[in-house]
């Protein structure tokens, strides 16, 4: 696939680029593993100094940002700035507490003194996607760079201008040149990069066939890999929920990113007393929301990313409607080849359907009727996938009660499911493995050593005072 900026809603091409060379991902390798020597021993006071001005750098920024996604990617201005805002809180979120998080934890063992220090790993390699491109990279580089690792970032190849962006955030921000690097690659020379050396770990952010083929790659090389791929979201609405902000919410979760995020809503599991209720107000919120061009500022939902998503998407649609899926709201693509695609609610569904068994990344809501709790529970489960999900019922009990047996990595209480920097994010089942954000994310790329110091162990307080 070629490297170029396409905009999406008018069918232009904006920008090409040439794939780095050989010879020059060598150098810029070689420069990162240099810069890993010297980064490392950095103190947290200097690299939170870095962070905290690539923050305010986001900030002053956004709206030129948010340009760059609305034209690679079709992201309206409203939905970038408001990404860009949530980058620039992480860099400030992971600067103000990454020492606390990763200090020195003190274990209680027969040495004299013995404790876990977390220490960086070195160069780490991040394989991100397009949906949006600078929260999926922040939240790698964020934490890394905080840790003391320096960052490579392969970025979707049809996201270039926005890749070269954050780098330059970076080193306007006073980061070391080489501790964070754009390659610009395609997705056929990932293996080789993580075959050398010189990079120790791997994030990447994406598909399952994506993941799948990375972690082979990481696997045969033993590098520590942390995969965050699709998710089919179970949006669960039991018959006690307050159904009109069910409802609404459920809209506004189908249609996050035009329907083209992993933690969007995808799967909703209604009871069935409240089936054709839900769905009525469903389809009355997901009619109100205005398409149009991302550099409209009234535009809610722009195109997909890219004709050939929303051509794939037409086809897992159509599949489905072949196999007896019923059409409840018809909408779809504008026409062959356009990226350009309306919202859909399928109903009727059942397993052997794309619809029912695979990701929909884009505006189509597949709704399921469950005949009671238990029910709702095996439908959220009966999925390869387990990212997100959400659960909407007046008893707070019961709602924490399905939480705890819905197979996800987060699930959200008559809430809308997102992401912070404060909470872990990641999946399980197919959806990979491993934590991004909050502490855990901060510890997927130290290596977590044990200090052990031998001699008389020092009396404690108590057995002084005895």
């Given amino acids: 696939m070629p490297i170029e900026s396409f905009n999406p809603y008018t069918g232009r091409l904006l920008r090409r680029f040439k794939p780095h060379t050989a010879a020059q991902v060598e150098r810029i390798v070689a420069q990162a593993h240099k810069a890993a020597r010297t980064w490392r021993r950095t103190t947290f006071a200097q690299r939170a100094t870095v962070l905290h001005r690539a923050a305010d750098l986001l900030r002053e920024r956004q709206n030129e940002l948010a340009r760059l996604m609305a034209l690679e990617m079709g992201k309206p201005l409203r939905d970038g700035r408001g990404e860009v805002q949530k980058c620039a809180l992480t860099c400030d979120f992971y600067a103000d507490r990454a020492e606390q998080m990763l200090a020195d934890e003190i274990i209680e063992t027969q040495a004299r003194r013995s404790f876990i220090a977390h220490e960086p790993l070195g160069v780490v390699l991040a394989v991100m996607p397009w949906n949006f491109p600078f929260w999926q990279a922040i939240r790698f580089a964020a934490p890394a760079l905080m840790a003391g690792n320096v960052g490579l970032l392969k970025h979707a190849s049809n996201v270039p201008q926005c890749a070269l962006a954050l780098e ?21 020379d990932v293996a080789a990069l993580i075959a050398d050396d010189r990079v120790q770990a791997v994030t990447l952010t994406g598909s399952e066939g994506a993941g799948s083929q990375v972690g082979a790659a990481a696997g045969r090389n033993i590098k520590k890999t942390v995969l965050e791929l699709g998710g089919s979201d179970a949006f669960i609405v039991l018959a006690d929920a307050d159904l009109e902000l069910a409802a609404k919410t459920a809209a506004q979760a189908r249609m996050i990113n035009a329907g083209q995020s992993c933690i969007a809503a995808k799967r909703f599991i209604v009871e069935k007393p409240v089936a054709r209720e839900f769905v009525a107000q469903m389809k009355t919120h997901l009619l109100a929301l205005r398409g149009g061009d991302p550099l409209d500022e009234n535009t809610q939902y722009g195109p997909l990313a890219r004709p050939d998503l929303a051509d794939d998407l037409t086809k897992q649609v159509e599949a489905s409607v072949q196999l007896g899926a019923k059409v409840e709201l018809y909408g779809g693509q ?27 990344f884009g505006p189509v809501a597949s709704v399921l009727i469950a005949r009671d709790e238990q029910h709702a529970i095996e439908l959220a489960n009966d999925s390869r996938f387990g990212l997100g999900g959400a659960v909407w019922t007046s008893d707070e009990r019961r709602g924490e009660r ?38 855990l994310g901060i510890r997927e790329f130290v290596n977590q050593k044990s200090i052990w110091i031998g001699g008389e162990k020092q009396p404690t307080a108590r057995k002084k005072a005895e």
């Fill in 168 to 188: 330059k955030i970076f080193h306007d921000a006073g980061l070391p040149r080489a501790a964070f690097r754009t390659l610009l690659l395609e997705s056929k």
């Fill in 402 to 439: 399905v939480a705890r047996q819905v197979e996800a990595g987060a699930v959200f209480v008559n809430a809308l499911v997102a992401s912070s920097p404060e909470m872990p994010f990641g999946g399980i089942k197919k959806s990979g493995y491993g934590r991004e954000l909050s502490h």
């Fill in 334 to 360: 504008s026409a062959p080849g356009s990226a350009r695609f309306a919202p859909m609610i399928l109903t009727n569904l059942r397993p052997g359907m794309p619809a029912y068994d695979e990701e929909l």
